[in-house]
């Protein structure tokens, strides 16, 4: 029963988990190095040049496919994608992204990796001994990134922590949106925490800063003892990162922009989010079948866990049209409150594509944004940048009205 609860919970929240070390593949050339036009010299402080990339998952279905995709910085190779590892007991999700760009020096980097979920357990039952995801107990992003930074390096100097109260916003926002999944049987409270470390040690004998930022959902799980009505049986405090992004260069170079313009960038594809999705749906229904063969139910009893299995079912189909609805780019000219709610949740600015056509979204903390002719975003505060100050050919985008 815990282990089902649980993995409806995370399947609701569409949470995934992996490992530490970045893998895999990307648009472009080989080692997933996209090819630019050359500009004529550095580019200016402040101004970031950006091409779009792809994610693969490369064996989750029939054939590797193109997962998602991301703007990562011009010349950067893209290495990893969606890595799959059903069973693992700590998962939040069986496909995990694993994820990574490295810059041209071979020490600048940014890699998106999944931690494993976290559980506190109070049961009415013996339970016997702890689970293998209860071998911590942080309840802050503070705590968890302190422990992120001390696993990097054993010389790890810990520099600064903020929080961060733009992704806390973000994902209230899209808390707010799930359905309620509260019922006689689950009665489930969620609340973001979310926060920056940086820190300072030496790859291959260089002084380099890094930084990593974190959403973590935390979630109390209330389970009703269905052998004897009106108690609880089971309390579960599960911390969930939804989001874990490293960012390191050599010392006196890191941009801390630069990871959430990527995070941002993100965007599943239509046809994975839609497998996964029927994925997941199967696995939550395989698992109710098996629970009820398994379990000692009454008549009753086996019906209000059925009605209860139907509501959490049909939940979980409102929560992917809404996640749905973030990436959609249908109607973001034509539907201003579509787009406005698109923009507030995912952090973005949206701008007329002059030559594919439709939309692009871009990080909504920049005030200028350009279009390069091979393909290639800058973004900038700068008003008097222009793309031909470096050799470029560009035109200037239009924010959607």
Known sequence: MRKFMTAVVWAMLGVGCSSDAPVGSAEGGPGGLMSVAKAQGPLPQGVLRLIKGQIMDPSGFEKPMVAATALVPAGWRTQGGYVWSAGAPCAGNDYNLNWSAVAPDGISAIAFVTKP?????????????????????WTTAKEFLEALARQTSPQVRILDYQVRPDLIEQQEKFNRLLPNMNDNLVKLTLRTDAGQILFAHTVNGREVREMITASILFAETQ???????????????????ISVVYSRAPAGQLNPQLSDVVAKSIAPTSDWSRRTFQYNMKKQQDAFEKMMRDAKYNEQQRQEMFNAHQKRMADMQATQQQRDRLYDQGN?????TQREFVEAVR??????????????????????AWRVRDGSYLLTDDPNFRPGL????GQELRRVQ
């Open 117 to 137: 979920t976290w559980s506190i357990i109070q049961s009415s039952y013996d339970r016997g001994p702890p689970g293998p995801c209860e071998s911590v107990n």
């Open 223 to 241: 389970v009703a003892d269905v052998m004897n009505p009106g108690r609880v049986g089971m309390i579960m405090f599960n911390g969930s990162p």
């Open 332 to 336: 973001l000219v034509s539907d201003r």
């Open 347 to 368: 952090g973005v600015e949206t701008y007329h594509e002059p030559v594919e056509g439709g939309v692009v979204q871009l990080d909504n903390t920049f005030n200028h």
């Open 390 to 393: 470096i050799g470029l050919e």
